[in-house]
């Protein structure tokens, strides 16, 4: 069985331009998440969506946003890039019962470099 | 705002010794705590702990809770450099508005 998917592994960009990430979550999964792990900060939790909807946002700025298809892979976009930007940004899924099954499964990460 | 803090950050040990790291929390709407291992990008589930005092264990790893005094610890014994990784503490606060809260990890190396 495919695990949570993330494209691309790699993704260079410089300042103002904007980044399209993508995420495949493991099949029957309904649920995904968006974290940022930039250098010593840890993960930070960026998005939530579930069947379609977002349901949660962290603490940042509306540049961040993305979507969730009706087949449940989920886009994350970053707008008018910032340097401080560059981290790894991993991306998660979990099945339809959220409140018994809250372990996460995470992608390997898409890794931008902002110049 | 909803805290979590992992301690020590970094940690060398030799192999065949036991280490033991620690995460403690202050979060509203406390669910459950878990424990990720990150060896490269993509982290992996270890435990998940919700009742104080229950000791978790997979082999030479164990966890437990105490949700008195808002702390976990995560040990391993006889480790290998295979260990050597980034654990990361996360605990589940959001109620409905499901999040995990993550602290920064401690990054672990064992050498032969």
């Known amino acids: 069985e495919a695990g949570v998917t993330q494209s691309p592994t790699h993704l260079i960009k410089t300042r103002g331009q904007q980044a399209t990430l993508r995420c495949s979550p493991i099949s029957g999964h309904t649920s995904v998440y968006w974290y940022q792990q930039a250098l010593g900060l840890g993960l930070q939790f960026l998005l939530w969506?579930?069947?379609?909807?977002?349901?949660n946002r962290g603490n940042f700025p509306p540049r961040f946003s993305g979507r969730q298809f009706p087949n449940y892979s989920s886009e994350l976009n970053v707008n008018a890039l910032e340097l401080e930007d560059s981290a790894l940004y991993l991306c998660?899924?979990?099945?339809?019962?959220?409140?018994?099954?809250?372990?996460?499964?995470f992608g390997s990460g898409t890794q931008l470099s902002v110049l | 705002e909803d805290k979590v803090v992992q301690s020590p950050l970094s940690l060398v040990v030799h192999e065949g010794d036991t280490v033991t790291l620690n995460c403690s929390y202050e979060v509203t709407n406390f669910r459950s705590l878990l424990w990720y291992k990150q060896e490269k990008k993509a982290p992996t589930f270890l435990f998940m702990l919700t009742s104080s005092g229950i000791e978790k264990k997979s082999g030479r790893l164990s966890s437990i809770l105490d949700k008195k005094e808002l702390f976990s610890i995560l040990n391993i014994t006889a480790t290998q450099t295979g260990d050597s990784a980034v654990y990361l503490c996360a605990v589940n606060s959001g109620g409905s508005n499901y999040k995990l809260t993550f602290g920064k990890g401690t990054l672990l190396t064992v050498n032969p």
């Open positions: 969506y579930d069947e379609g909807e977002e349901r």
């Open positions: 998660a899924s979990s099945s339809r019962q959220v409140r018994t099954n809250e372990k996460l499964f």
